[in-house]
Nanobody, 121 residues
Framework: QVQLVESGGGLVQAGGSLRLSCAAS????????MGWFRQAPGKGREFVAA??????YYTDSVKGRFTISRDNAWSTVYLQMNSLKPEDTAVYYC????????????????WGQGTQVTVSS
């Protein structure tokens, strides 16, 4: 079983930066994909970024601004968010799975509790 815990959210002004962390514990050896999703009030959960051993992937709206990374043991996954915009405001969730369809919620088995990111203008 894999457990994920997010941290690092908060309130920032537009143009600012935040770094989210996702600490993983348990039997992570079978988790080949780590991803970040976000959910704004009244909206569905949206794919943000994913990382596999061979590459990283981003939704168009965050390309060039967000960077996903991990430590060598996959114990912690990060989302560096720069040039934040008010439309980035959402609860951000870390997720783990083992599927090629990294952009779909259904690809992930494990989910964190979420961390709030609020960007003011």
């Amino acid at each position: 079983q894999v457990q994920l815990v997010e941290s690092g959210g908060g309130l920032v002004q537009a143009g600012g930066s935040l770094r989210l962390s996702c600490a993983a514990s348990g039997r992570t050896f079978s988790t080949g994909t780590m991803g970040w999703f976000r959910q704004a009030p009244g909206k569905g959960r949206e794919f943000v970024a994913a990382i596999k051993w061979y590459g990283t992937y981003y939704t168009d709206s965050v390309k060039g601004r967000f960077t996903i990374s991990r430590d060598n043991a996959w114990s912690t996954v990060y989302l560096q968010m720069n040039s934040l915009k008010p439309e980035d405001t959402a609860v951000y969730y870390c997720a783990g799975g083992d599927s090629d369809t990294y952009y779909r919620e259904s690809a992930y088995t494990y989910w964190g509790q979420g961390t709030q990111v609020t960007v003011s203008s």
